[in-house]
C-alpha cells in the first residue's frame, strides 16, 4: 500500500500515487532539490521563511528552491 504523505489517501500501485501526486491539492509546494511535494504548512512555521522539510534535503527560499506547483505549472506551458 502506498500512501500520499500529503492528503493520507492510499493507493494499491507505486504509479497510482505518483499519478495522484500530481493533482493533490494538499501537495501545493514543489522542491526542486530533493523532488519531493508537501503541504505548505510542513515547509513554513510563521509563513515567511520556507524550508524543505526533508531532513536529508536542505532545500529552502520560496521561489529559490521551493515553487508552488501552480506557479511551476503556469511558467511551463
Ligand atoms: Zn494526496
Ligand atoms: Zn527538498
Do not use: I
Not at 489517501?9 to 511535494?37: M, Y
Amino acid at each position: 500500500m502506498h500512501t500520499c504523505r500529503n492528503c493520507n489517501q492510499s493507493f494499491q500501485t507505486e504509479l497510482a500515487l505518483e499519478l495522484h501526486r500530481d493533482t493533490c491539492k494538499k501537495g501545493q509546494l514543489f522542491c526542486q532539490v530533493c523532488g519531493d511535494r508537501f503541504r505548505e504548512g510542513d515547509a513554513t512555521q510563521d509563513g515567511w521563511h520556507y524550508e524543505c522539510p526533508n531532513d536529508e534535503c536542505d532545500g529552502d527560499g520560496l521561489q529559490e528552491d521551493l515553487y508552488r506547483v501552480e506557479d511551476v505549472r503556469t511558467t511551463t506551458h
